[in-house]
């Protein structure tokens, strides 16, 4: 009988998936989008489904027919263009249960949370989560709760890859917070423990918390990641929490275009109280994933990935601004500009094409910055690009003898638009 994995395309989904399906279980993994999942592990059943659109036990009841056990590795750290946090950590989770309710035989839920003393950061992401929980927790059904510290691994996301990104930083590690706890579990354990769950080894209901030994700093982390990488070591700059919090309004900014930034404020306010144990509360001690991890050596990829990391939003502001300058400006005069064009075109013709072009310019300039948006507008950019040189050479050939280089600077940015498309996926 199937297990179904929610959130199966993710960082703990995937592993979760991968160690069922070793520990000879049939698993079906539901995602948003599974192009990238399915193609990788095409022995593993896959669903497309956006769990903002399961707030309904109806919803539920077809996804759950023949299945034995729901484990749930779906969440959202914030709010933004592509996340709901009380459609899908609360809404959903609560429509699941409704309808696990009417099965037989009634499924296992497991639940993947997190700490709750991390409430203490008074987040939209705990309350959410901990609503789910609570509801699971008073419902009847047969269930597990783990509840995760800071999930780390061989593969990075999210704050375990900004952490990476810092660790490579050039002859320093700049840190806010650097002296807060950061207790960490390996993934490969957390996987662990949901086959357990799933294996009757952890008794229905149970709610505990896995966390690795010791519990470090978020410096010695960073120190750790940066040996990890083959840096060598280099000295503490720390940073006012000014600075987070400045960096958490543009990076909240950015979600609600679409991008996931690892700086928004729920993760610069856990942060800054720390991800530690809570006496007494029942705990699932894991491994050190320090241990672990020295046996999975960074290769020269995971280097540049770390070092990409922080530049990749960089990238992605400079050919938007590119471009929103380069329609900008001609629309300043776009009289005498549309004369460069010379006698090869009428007057008449060129003045509108200018304006036509630098609006394009513009609009593919703005469109970039919208995550669902920026693989096609990156697309175009080159389409267009590649257009305008093909129409320079071919209208005002002596263009590419310009001084300022108006055909010559197109090159440059279509090579940057190519980095960025290959770095673009997030997982």
């Known amino acids: 009988m199937p297990i179904l994995v929610l959130g199966a395309t993710g960082f703990i989904g995937q592993q979760v998936a991968l160690s069922l399906q070793a520990a000879g279980h049939s698993v079906v993994g539901l995602g948003r989008d599974i192009r990238q999942a399915s193609a990788r592990f095409p022995d593993i059943g896959w669903i497309t489904r956006d769990l903002r659109a399961l707030r309904q036990a109806s919803d539920w009841l077809p996804l759950l027919e023949g299945v034995t056990v729901v484990v ?32 037989l035989p009634t499924p296992l839920i497991v639940q993947i949370s997190a700490p709750e003393n991390l409430g203490r950061a008074g987040t939209a992401f705990m309350a959410t989560k901990l609503d789910a929980d609570r509801a699971l927790a008073s419902s009847g059904l047969p269930h597990v709760i783990l509840r995760p510290t800071v999930v780390v691994g061989r593969n990075a996301y999210g704050g375990t890859a900004l952490l990476r990104a810092i660790a490579s930083f050039p002859g320093l590690l700049p840190l ?8 960490a579990v390996h993934v490969h354990d957390v996987a662990q423990a949901v086959v357990d769950a799933v294996q009757g080894r952890i008794s229905p209901g149970s709610d505990l918390v896995l966390a690795g030994e010791p519990t470090r700093t978020v410096e010695e982390m960073a120190r750790f990641y940066r040996r990890w990488l083959g840096l060598a070591d280099a000295p503490v700059l720390r940073l006012p929490s000014s600075i987070a919090s400045t960096l958490s309004y543009v990076a909240d900014l950015a979600g ?9 404020s729920t993760a610069i306010r856990i942060s800054g109280i720390g991800v530690s144990l809570e006496p007494g509360r029942p ?38 601004l590119f471009w929103i300058f380069s329609g900008l400006v001609p629309l300043l005069d ?30 593919l300039g703005l469109a970039i910055i919208v995550q669902p948006w920026a693989k096609k507008a990156m697309l175009g950019m ?19 003898l310009d001084p300022l280089g108006p055909l010559v600077k197109v090159l440059p940015s279509i090579l940057l638009t190519l980095v960025i498309l290959a770095v673009l996926e997030e997982r």
């Not at 064009?341 to 072009?357: C, N």
Request: proline letters at 7%; charged letters at 15%; hydrophobic letters at 50%.
């Open 256 to 264: 609600r275009l679409g991008w996931r930034s690892p700086l928004r």
């Open 176 to 183: 806010v917070d650097a002296a807060s706890p950061m207790n």
């Open 334 to 363: 776009p009289v005498t500009t549309s004369l460069r064009f010379g006698a090869s075109m009428p007057a008449a013709v060129a003045l509108p094409v200018t304006i036509l072009t630098s609006l394009l310019d513009i609009t």
């Open 382 to 400: 080159i389409a267009v690009s590649l257009a305008y040189l093909a129409g320079g050479t071919v209208i005002e050939p002596t263009l590419w």
């Open 72 to 103: 749930n590795c779906a969440g959202a750290l914030q709010d933004g263009l592509r996340d709901d946090l009380v459609a899908v950590q609360r809404d959903a989770m609560l429509a699941l249960q409704d309808a696990a309710r009417t099965r």
């Open 283 to 320: 705990t699932l001690a894991a491994p050190d994933p320090a241990l672990r991890l020295i046996t999975e050596p960074a290769a020269v990829q995971d280097l540049w990935f770390a070092r990409l990391y922080l530049l990749k939003p960089l990238m992605i502001l400079t050919l938007s």
